[in-house]
């Protein structure tokens, strides 16, 4: 009995020993591919997101809206998904932009959405449907250097780009416009 008790007893003392002195630690340095990955990893996510802005005046400008973000640290940029665009005027007049994929320029306070991005008018309910619209923020112009369709009840207009001026309520279309027009009975 006692061997087996002195056996237990240095069996105990080695596993204290090897607690006290052992201290596994990462490096407080990675190396430099890893610093490299770790840059181009998002800082944060964010899911079920909603962002409101407001002029000086206390008056709403925007929302934007997203089942999910990811924010980057390089270049100040968050990548969106199901990005949901609200502009809206003093005067009650409103935009409304919704699409696949969509990407936030901080620093140029710039909107690209991309993949079945559509635009729409929201007092007339007309929708500008694209691939591609970049929207600056706070001018509030939206541009398109892809097709579009404008469709109006039963009328659509195609061309191969666009710029709606969302405060004017104004939009000039690109080169090769080509427009359907069905009567009203």
């Given at each position: 009995?006692?061997?087996?008790?002195?056996?237990?007893?240095?069996?105990?003392?080695?596993?204290?020993?090897?607690?006290?002195?052992?201290?596994?630690q990462?490096?407080?340095?990675?190396?430099?591919?890893?610093?490299?990955?770790?840059?181009?990893?998002?800082?944060?996510?964010?899911?079920?997101?909603?962002?409101w802005?407001?002029?000086?005046?206390?008056?709403?400008?925007?929302?934007?809206e997203?089942?999910?973000?990811?924010?980057?640290?390089?270049?100040?940029?968050?990548?969106?998904?199901?990005?949901?665009?609200?502009?809206?005027?003093?005067?009650?007049?409103t935009?409304?932009a919704?699409?696949?994929?969509?990407?936030f320029?901080?620093?140029?306070?710039?909107?690209?959405?991309?993949?079945?991005?559509?635009?729409?008018?929201?007092q007339?309910?007309?929708?500008?449907q694209?691939?591609?619209?970049?929207?600056?923020?706070d001018?509030?112009?939206?541009t398109?250097?892809?097709?579009?369709?404008?469709?109006?009840?039963?009328?659509?207009?195609?061309?191969?780009?666009?710029?709606?001026?969302?405060?004017?309520?104004?939009?000039?279309?690109?080169?090769?416009?080509?427009?359907?027009?069905?009567?009203?009975?």
């Open positions: 009995m006692p061997r087996l008790l002195l056996q237990i007893l240095v069996a105990i003392a080695l596993v204290l020993a090897a607690n006290y002195y052992w201290k596994p990462t490096s407080h340095s990675p190396d430099e591919d890893t610093q490299a990955r770790q840059k181009d990893l998002p800082k944060s996510y964010i899911w079920q997101t909603r962002a802005s407001f002029d000086e005046n206390g008056e709403l400008t925007d929302i934007l997203a089942e999910r973000v990811e924010q980057f640290a390089r270049g100040s940029v968050s990548l969106l998904t199901n990005p949901r665009f609200y502009a809206h005027s003093g005067d009650d007049r935009w409304s919704v699409a696949a994929r969509g990407r320029e901080e620093h140029s306070q710039r909107l690209l959405l991309r993949k079945n991005v559509e635009l729409t008018h929201d007339t309910g007309t929708q500008m694209t691939n591609a619209l970049d929207i600056e923020v001018e509030k112009i939206a398109s250097r892809k097709t579009v369709t404008i469709i109006q009840e039963n009328n659509r207009t195609t061309a191969d780009g666009m710029v709606a001026r969302m405060n004017e309520e104004t939009i000039t279309l690109k080169p090769n416009v080509e427009s359907t027009y069905e009567q009203l009975p």
